[in-house]
C-alpha cells in the first residue's frame, strides 16, 4: 500500500471521450468540495457498505473488500488529524475518496465505484448526514422543553398580563404562558420525527437513474446502513430531495417558535415592560451607551429566522423545475441544508441557555402590571352571566363600567359597592373577590386554561412526555 499522501494531483479528464481538462475557472465553478467535505464521514460509511456488498454477491472478491475497508478507514483516520484535505482538483468530496483510495490500496480502489453512481452515492450520503442532525437536534429540543418545564414549575403562581392584538386581555400564570412554548416544541419534535422517516429511505443501488446490471442487493446495504427501507423507483430515488426541503420546513417552523420567544423577551427586557431583566453571561454593552444592556441573542435568533426561511424558499425554487432524473442543479441542495442544520442548533442552543441562566423575572413588577389594568373585565361579566344575566347584556353593561371608570381615573377595583350596584343590582361584595387578579387567574380552570390547578397538571404531563421514549 501506499501510505503517502498526493503532493500535486493531475489534471484530470472525465474520461476518453474527453480530449482536454476543464477550464481552471470552470473547474472551481463546478466543483462543491469546499462544503460537502462535510459528508465525508457519511460517504466513508456508505462506500463501506457498497464493498461489504459487493463481496457478499461476488462482485468483487473478499480479499479486495478487506483492502478497500482498510484504504477507507485510513483516509477516516487521515481526514480527522486533518491530513486528508482535499482542493477543488477533487471536484467534490466522492471522487476525493475514491482518488485516495486509489492512491492507497491501488486498482482495488477503483473497484468501488462498480454498481454505484454518484447521482446515488451522494443522495446516500446527504441522508445519513440528515438522520444523525435531525436525532441531535430532536434531542436539543427534549433540552429546550426541560428548561421551559423548570421554569415553569418555579412559575406557576407568578402572574403575567397577557395580550391580544399586543393589548392587555387577561391575566394568566406565567407558566402557563411558558408551557404554550413547551407545546410548540413538542410539535416540532414530533414533526422532525416524522422527516426522520421519509429521511431513513435509502437510494442506494438506484445508479445514475436506471438501476444497475449487477446482481446487488440493495437490501443488505439499506441494513448495514440503518435504513428502514429502499426507494421503490430508481429514478425517484436519485432525484427526489422532498425530505431536504420538509426539514427546511420543519427547521422554518421551529425558528418560527424561537423567533416569537425572541420578540416577547425583547420586550420583556425593555424599559417599558420591565418584566425580565438580563444576566450579564447573556447580554451585552453599547459601545458608546454605558448604561444599555442588549438582548443580544433574542435578536440574533429573530434575525437568524429569515436566513432559515430563506433556504426553505431557495430548495423550493430550486426543484420547481427540474426534469427527472439528476440534475447538477442539486449540487446547490447541500449549503441551504447545512446552513439550516447549524443555523438552528446554535439557535437552539443559545436559546436553551439564555432561559436557564440568562433571564429573570421580576415577579413584583408583574403582580403590579396585572393590579394596573382592566384584564379583569371578562371576569365581570362572567359573574353577571353566573346570576342569570345574559352574556352580551353583561358584556355591554361591564364596556360601560370601564369607560365611566376610564373617565374617572379609576380601575374596576375602585369602584364603590353603590356604583356597581347602579350599574346591575345582582352585583354584591363578592365582586371584589371575583375581579382579583389572582382570583381571576385561579378560576380559569378548564382542562388547558390558565388555572393554577391546570398548569400544574400540565407540567407533570410534560415531564411525563419527556420521559417516555415516544414523547407520548
Not at 26 to 50: K, P, R, T, V
Request: with cysteine; glycine share 8%.
Amino acid at each position: 500500500m501506499n501510505n503517502q499522501l498526493p503532493q500535486q494531483p493531475e489534471a484530470k479528464t472525465w474520461s476518453q471521450r474527453f480530449e482536454r481538462a476543464l477550464h481552471p475557472a470552470i473547474e472551481e465553478f463546478n466543483a462543491s468540495i469546499g462544503f460537502d467535505i462535510e459528508l465525508i464521514e457519511y460517504d466513508l460509511n456508505g462506500s463501506g457498505a457498497h464493498a461489504k456488498m459487493l463481496a457478499r454477491t461476488g462482485i468483487i472478491s473478499a480479499a479486495e473488500k478487506s483492502q478497500l475497508l482498510a484504504g477507507l478507514e485510513q483516509i477516516r483516520s487521515e481526514y480527522r488529524q486533518g491530513k486528508f484535505q482535499p482542493g477543488i482538483d477533487a471536484e467534490d468530496v466522492h471522487l476525493a475518496v475514491e482518488r485516495r483510495l486509489t492512491e492507497i490500496a491501488g486498482d482495488v480502489g477503483k473497484k468501488l465505484h462498480t454498481a454505484r453512481s454518484r447521482n446515488d452515492q451522494v443522495g446516500t450520503d446527504t441522508r445519513l448526514y440528515l438522520r444523525d442532525q435531525i436525532e441531535q437536534i430532536r434531542t436539543q429540543l427534549r433540552q429546550f422543553q426541560e428548561v421551559l418545564l423548570d421554569l415553569a414549575e418555579v412559575h406557576v403562581e407568578t402572574l403575567i398580563p397577557g395580550y391580544t392584538h399586543l393589548q392587555r386581555a387577561q391575566p394568566l400564570s406565567l407558566a402557563h404562558h411558558l408551557m404554550a412554548y413547551f407545546e410548540m416544541a413538542q410539535r416540532d419534535w414530533e414533526r422532525l420525527g416524522d422527516v426522520w422517516k421519509r429521511v431513513n429511505i435509502s437510494p442506494l443501488g438506484c445508479g445514475a437513474l436506471a438501476g444497475t446490471t449487477f446482481p446487488i442487493d440493495r437490501q443488505y446495504t439499506a441494513e448495514e446502513l440503518g435504513f428502514a427501507s429502499v426507494y421503490g423507483n430508481s429514478l425517484d430515488g436519485v432525484s427526489d430531495r422532498d425530505f431536504a426541503v420538509e426539514f427546511c420546513c420543519s427547521a422554518s417552523l421551529i425558528m418560527v417558535h424561537l423567533s416569537r420567544l425572541s420578540e416577547e423577551i425583547i420586550l420583556w427586557a425593555s424599559r417599558e415592560f420591565g418584566f425580565v431583566t438580563l444576566s450579564d453571561r447573556c447580554a451585552t454593552g453599547s459601545s458608546i451607551m454605558p448604561q444599555k444592556k442588549n438582548p443580544d441573542v433574542p435578536e440574533l435568533v429573530r434575525g437568524k429566522t429569515g436566513r432559515v426561511f430563506g433556504h426553505l424558499q431557495a430548495l423550493l425554487v430550486l426543484m420547481k423545475g427540474l426534469p427527472m432524473a439528476y440534475n447538477k442543479d442539486l449540487q446547490e441542495d447541500k449549503e441551504a441544508l447545512f446552513d439550516s442544520v447549524k443555523t438552528l442548533k446554535a439557535c437552539l442552543q443559545a436559546m436553551t441557555i439564555l432561559l436557564r441562566e440568562g433571564i429573570e423575572f421580576r415577579t413584583e413588577r408583574l403582580e403590579k402590571a396585572v393590579a394596573s389594568d382592566f384584564s379583569n373585565a371578562t371576569d365581570v361579566a362572567d359573574y353577571l352571566a353566573a346570576r342569570g344575566v345574559p352574556f352580551r347584556e353583561a358584556y355591554n353593561l361591564v364596556g360601560k363600567a370601564v369607560k365611566t371608570s376610564l373617565a374617572a381615573g379609576k380601575l374596576l377595583p375602585d369602584l364603590s359597592l353603590e356604583e356597581w350596584k347602579a350599574l346591575h343590582p345582582a352585583f354584591e361584595s363578592d365582586i371584589y373577590q371575583a375581579i382579583a387578579p389572582r382570583q381571576v387567574v385561579a378560576a380559569r380552570n378548564s382542562y388547558g386554561g390558565t388555572g393554577f390547578e391546570q398548569v400544574r397538571k400540565a407540567i407533570q404531563a410534560g415531564r411525563d412526555r419527556l420521559a417516555t421514549v415516544s414523547g407520548g
